[in-house]
């Protein structure tokens, strides 16, 4: 766990945890009550984020990683370096979001934070938290991961 300063090395991954915490402030989360929010730092240096959107039919809910994935790849923004999620008691990324998030960046770093405050846990890489992802190799290789 780190706690960041204000130190310009620092201050991108800063910046990225305020916007992942306002993006949290955006949730739709009237089931769990647990808002979450994300932000993701493309190569290019562009911000995407999103909140956590549920669902009356519970398994249509989004996660805010998937939806902040979205944003990026909506505005054809598919190469990424980081990503921030911040949620009340600290989560990582779900396994849904892991192989959604490796289809574009299997070396995406991840950091997990709060609503408040610049603690975060972290660095996580992303191929390390999902091995043996799904990938377009194993489709057209079915056989070449057993
Ligand atoms: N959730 C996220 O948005 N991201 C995560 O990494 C874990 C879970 C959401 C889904 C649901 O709306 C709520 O948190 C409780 O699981």
């Not at 009237?30 to 999103?50: D, E, M, N």
């Not at 669902?55 to 989004?62: D, E, K």
Request: hydrophobic share 40%; proline share 4%; net charge negative.
């Amino acid at each position: 766990m780190i706690n960041i300063d204000s130190t310009a090395d620092n201050q991108s991954l800063q910046n990225l945890v305020l916007a992942a915490q306002q993006a949290a402030l955006r949730a739709y989360a009237p089931y769990s009550q647990f808002t979450v929010g994300c932000a993701l730092l493309s190569k290019s240096g562009r911000v995407y984020t999103g909140c956590n959107i549920e669902n009356a039919s519970y398994s249509v809910t989004l996660c805010a990683e998937r939806v902040a994935a979205a944003q990026a790849i909506a505005h054809q923004d598919r190469e990424w370096d980081s990503l921030v999620v911040v949620s009340p008691q600290r989560v990582s990324a779900c396994g849904v979001c892991r192989q959604f998030l490796h289809e574009f960046a299997p070396d995406l770093t991840i950091w997990n934070g709060f609503l408040e405050g610049l603690s975060l846990e972290g660095p996580f890489f992303l191929h390390q938290l999902l091995p043996g992802a799904m990938t377009l190799r194993s489709i057209h290789h079915p056989l070449s991961n057993s």
